[in-house]
């Protein structure tokens, strides 16, 4: 069968896949997946590649179609090469579909089906456009790709991402309750950008009622960004009518429940598709014991306590063969990657495939701010 599915694809193509799972990489996960996309010319040439930047961004396929338009390519009898079916439909950014037949190109490969089911249906549309379409070509290694995206979508969740902000020896508090900030400006700033990804952050109620936390996004400058994620406190105890958290713009959620996977299906219909656990230790070792969490960000500071809250409570392992293993995730910035003075370490949850960390280096993207102290609070994670 594999020789029959490889006559439908040329050498080129195969070639343009790999680099398309690769440009996909520089994506962010969360409630869209990661995406790339290579345009072959006519004589199997590349001539440009896009990828998909996280939620509420182009698609890979209208990012690569921007870039040629930007450099006055003309596309007409051009070969797209995605890593997933171009959508079909009008979310906030027009579907895929239309975009590749206004730009006259002739013939669509692509990796996998979407499975969202308003996303669906772009190849037929396609072909019904007189595009030429084949799928398949690197299928696994596109489900790899977004295996823990594909998971959530099947289970009808938000994708978790989990942030701890810890100590060399896995505080994220001191004794007495200090913990603004463990982490260097950098790494909060980075903190930030991910916060203007989400939908949705969540704490336990112990971390408001000590932190006071707004936990809003919130630019360099300390200006509070223009997208918010909702703001969901998790927890039976009540939330005090003054607290910070819940701010005035009405994006604020109570979740009375100590079960994760109630928690889940509350923002699940709320509209949440990617929501970000921040803590503290209970509500982190609660999501990772349920084997909820799909992506697990640590900011890891070179500092030690000794003593202090601890990053996790009881995973409910007491053997070492029942360790959680995670895989090392070069998306969204790579699997390891200094932040002025931290390290932030990237993982991904599934099936561990014994890869090894990919270094990242310190880029303009991730600058600290220039003459900004680390106890300024408008800069702060929280
Ligand atoms: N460095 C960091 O990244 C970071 C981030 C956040 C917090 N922190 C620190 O973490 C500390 C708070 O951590 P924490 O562990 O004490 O509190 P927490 O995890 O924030 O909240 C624990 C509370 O959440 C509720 N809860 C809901 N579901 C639960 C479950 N499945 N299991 C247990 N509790 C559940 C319970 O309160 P109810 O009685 O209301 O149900 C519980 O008392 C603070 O010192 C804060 O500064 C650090
Ligand atoms: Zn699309």
Not at 7 to 31: C, K, N, P, T, W
Not at 138 to 158: M, S
Request: proline share 5%; charged share 20%.
């Amino acid at each position: 069968m594999s020789d029959a599915m490889n006559q439908d694809f040329s050498d080129a193509e195969a070639a343009a896949m790999d680099i398309a799972l690769h440009v996909a990489l520089r994506g962010h996960r969360g409630a869209n997946p990661l995406v790339g996309a290579v345009v072959l010319g006519r004589g199997g040439e590349q001539l440009i590649t896009g990828y998909h930047r996280g939620a509420g961004t182009p698609h890979a396929e209208a990012d690569a179609i921007a870039k040629a338009q930007a450099k006055g390519l003309d596309l007409t009898g051009t070969t797209m090469v995605v890593t997933l079916e171009p959508c079909n439909h009008i979310g906030r950014t027009g579907p895929c579909a239309r975009a590749i037949i206004d730009a006259g190109i002739s013939r669509v490969v692509y990796a996998v089906d979407d499975p969202h089911d308003p996303a669906a249906g772009g190849a037929g549309t396609l072909r019904g456009a007189g595009v030429d379409v084949q799928s398949g070509l690197a299928a696994a290694e596109a489900l790899k790709l977004n295996r823990e995206w594909f998971h959530a979508v099947e289970a009808t969740r938000p994708f978790v991402t989990l942030h701890i902000a810890q100590t060399l020896d896995s505080r994220i508090a001191a004794t007495d309750g200090t913990s603004q900030w463990i982490s260097s400006p950098e790494s909060l700033a980075d903190n930030h950008g991910l916060r203007r990804l989400i939908d949705a952050i969540l704490v336990g109620t112990e971390t408001v009622l000590v932190d006071n936390p707004r936990l809003t996004a919130r630019e360099a400058d300390g200006q509070e960004s223009e997208s918010q994620p909702l703001r969901a406190v998790m927890g039976l105890r009540d939330v005090p009518a003054d607290a910070a958290v819940r701010g005035i713009d009405g994006k604020f959620i109570q979740l009375p429940t100590r079960d994760p996977a109630e928690a889940l299906d509350l923002l699940f219909a709320q509209g949440v598709r990617h929501v970000m656990v921040e803590g503290g230790s209970r509500i982190l070792s609660a999501f990772l014991g349920a084997g909820l969490v799909d992506e697990l960000i640590v900011y890891l500071a070179p500092t030690l306590l000794g003593a202090g809250t601890p990053a996790l409570t009881d995973l409910g392992i007491s053997t070492l063969a029942d360790a959680q293993q995670w895989n090392w995730d070069d998306a969204g910035g790579g699997a390891v990657h200094a932040l002025g003075r931290d390290l932030r370490l990237h993982l991904r949850s599934g099936p561990t495939d014994g890869n090894k960390p990919a270094w990242k280096s310190h880029d303009e993207h991730h600058e600290p701010f220039r003459g900004k102290d680390a106890s300024d609070t408008t800069t702060g994670g929280h």
